[in-house]
């Protein structure tokens, strides 16, 4: 019993010294983005090269998170007339290269690259290899955990959003 009392007393002093943790999600790296552009064709969207965790079990970006966020900012943005799963003349293929997250520091940058490409009827349209990045410092998020995480999901929102905005520059 004392062992059990030792032990949940350690779990509530790491809780409230640490903080709760921030996670990695789709909402969180959706970007607020609008366009006075929209596409009167359906988009098909395709991730790779994601990951749930880096090798220190750090989270990064997954293919599903991205793949959902950009779906939504997309649709709510009305960029696109609207987002299909198949069947599509217009199909987005987003492959998340790295997201270069530090081990440790007060002040931590995460970069984030993802290399867009843009396909009609299978052929490439437009491809743009984009890298963003976002830092927080010890003041901002005193947690180290918490500030990799939080500045992994500013960077990939900043990459969404310059990503939408280069397409909707696009004649398609």
Do not use: H
């Amino acid at each position: 019993m004392k062992n059990l009392f030792k032990l949940v007393f350690l779990f509530f002093v790491l809780f409230f010294i640490t903080g709760c943790t921030s996670k990695i999600t789709s909402e969180n790296i959706e970007p607020i983005f609008t366009s006075d552009k929209k596409f009167p064709y359906s988009i098909e969207i395709k991730t790779f090269g994601g990951k749930d965790k880096n090798i220190l079990g750090i989270q990064e970006v997954s293919n599903e998170n991205l793949l959902k966020a950009v779906s939504s900012t997309i649709k709510k943005s009305q960029l696109f007339q609207n987002v299909v799963t198949n069947d599509s003349n217009i199909t987005l293929e987003l492959f998340i290269v790295r997201v270069g997250q530090p081990v440790a520091g007060g002040t931590m940058t995460v970069n984030v690259e993802i290399a867009w490409a843009l396909k009609k009827e299978e052929k490439i349209i437009w491809k743009k290899s984009i890298i963003t990045s976002s830092t927080k410092t010890i003041s901002e998020v005193a947690n180290a955990y918490n500030r990799i995480i939080e500045a992994s999901i500013f960077a990939t929102q900043l990459n969404i959003k310059q990503g939408l905005l280069e397409i909707s520059k696009l004649e398609l």
